[in-house]
């Protein structure tokens, strides 16, 4: 069982950045696959980024890449979003997730656990 928390959301004007934080319970959490999505109002929800155990490989939504970096910390257990050049349509909830992978997935379907949700808000 893993237990995820979501910090760091908050409202930015465009342009701003945030660095979003995901910490995980439990002591094998290099085991598993980390990856970031986000669900604005009306919509579903969609990828944003994965990272392997390790932290060596990690993919983007084409949305984000090249404005957002996933990264992780496997001796404090948590897993990093930071977030650049931030749009308006970047507003969403941003959930953290965890996959017994050990293959990275775009798919919600392939991650076993899920944080709360953090509101990140991007005024024009």
């Known amino acids: 069982q893993v237990q995820l928390v979501e910090s760091g959301g908050g409202l930015v004007q465009a342009g701003g950045s945030l660095r979003l934080s995901c910490a995980a319970s439990g002591r094998t959490f290099s085991n598993y696959v980390m990856g970031w999505f986000r669900q604005a109002p009306g919509k579903e929800r969609e990828f944003v980024a994965t990272?392997?155990?390790?932290?060596?490989?990690?993919y983007y939504a084409d949305s984000v890449k090249g404005r957002f970096t996933i990264s992780r910390d496997n001796a404090k257990n948590t897993v990093y979003l930071q977030m650049n050049s931030l749009k308006p349509e970047d507003t969403a909830v941003y959930y953290c997730a965890a996959g017994r992978g050990p293959y990275l997935s775009t798919r919600a379907m392939a991650y076993d656990y899920w944080g709360q949700g953090t509101q990140v808000t991007v005024s024009s």
């Open positions: 990272i392997t155990g390790s932290g060596a490989s990690a």
